[in-house]
T-cell receptor, first 113, second 113 residues
Framework: EAQVTQNPRYLITVTGKKLTVTCSQNMNHEYMSWYRQDPGLGLRQIYYSMNVEVTDKGDVPEGYKVSRKEKRNFPLILESPSPNQTSLYFC????????????FGPGTRLTVT | GDSVTQMEGPVTLSEEAFLTINCTYTATGYPSLFWYVQYPGEGLQLLLK?????DKGSNKGFEATYRKETTSFHLEKGSVQVSDSAVYFC????????????FGQGTILTVHP
């Protein structure tokens, strides 16, 4: 089954404790991205990657890092989480050359206290 | 930059009522337009799309027409069901930024029996 998976689905942590949210896709997609969803703001792109070792900032990259060492994986790293990063996070992937049909993961609910 | 504006919500309807969720956009060039749906506790799923002016996207009884003259992509359904209760997001891609989806703020739809 074609899918994007994320782990963990739920995470409660404390300010300053480094964490990683994993994302993996099995569709051989080159393009992957991370979004955060906040009430009243919709989804906003954090980072994206057009291929292995190629990443770039989205609209709200502050406080986040990403890496793309393998085509299927695109982890999101919060090196020093703060309460304003409490949000619902989605990973997405799509084929290069098609500007539509992004596939989304199930989401990770992060709470930073 | 690109932007998407959705009608204010939430929207509450009785089963079999007519649904309209308004969406307008601002973008450079010729974006593609989408409606995504998010059921409770799940990720986003593509509901329908339109890639050029006057295209009509349709799926599961929902329809939306790409209106370039009014920069709109309103979502409609003639008879909603309880199972349509979800959050609906209007989005665009391919304006000024390849791959990135620019989302509206989302509209919560609740359908009562």
């Amino acid at each position: 089954e074609a899918q994007v998976t994320q782990n963990p689905r739920y995470l409660i942590t404390v300010t300053g404790k480094k964490l990683t949210v994993t994302c993996s896709q099995n569709m051989n997609h080159e393009y992957m991205s991370w979004y955060r969803q906040d009430p009243g703001l919709g989804l906003r792109q954090i980072y994206y990657s057009m291929n292995v070792e190629v990443t770039d900032k989205g609209d709200v990259p502050e406080g986040y890092k990403v890496s793309r060492k393998e085509k299927r994986n695109f982890p999101l790293i919060l090196e020093s989480p703060s309460p304003n990063q409490t949000s619902l996070y989605f990973c997405a992937s799509k084929e290069t050359g098609k500007i539509y049909e992004q596939y989304f993961g199930p989401g990770t609910r992060l709470t930073v206290t | 930059g690109d932007s998407v504006t959705q009608m204010e919500g939430p929207v509450t309807l009785s089963e079999e009522a007519f649904l309209t969720i308004n969406c307008t956009y601002t973008a450079t060039g010729y974006p593609s337009l989408f409606w995504y749906v998010q059921y409770p506790g799940e990720g986003l799923q593509l509901l329908l799309k339109a890639t050029k002016a006057d295209d009509k996207g349709s799926n599961k009884g929902f329809e939306a027409t790409y209106r370039k003259e009014t920069t709109s992509f309103h979502l409609e359904k003639g008879s909603v069901q309880v199972s349509d209760s979800a959050v609906y997001f209007c989005a665009l891609a391919g304006g000024t930024s390849y791959g990135k989806l620019t989302f509206g703020q989302g509209t919560i739809l609740t359908v009562h029996p």
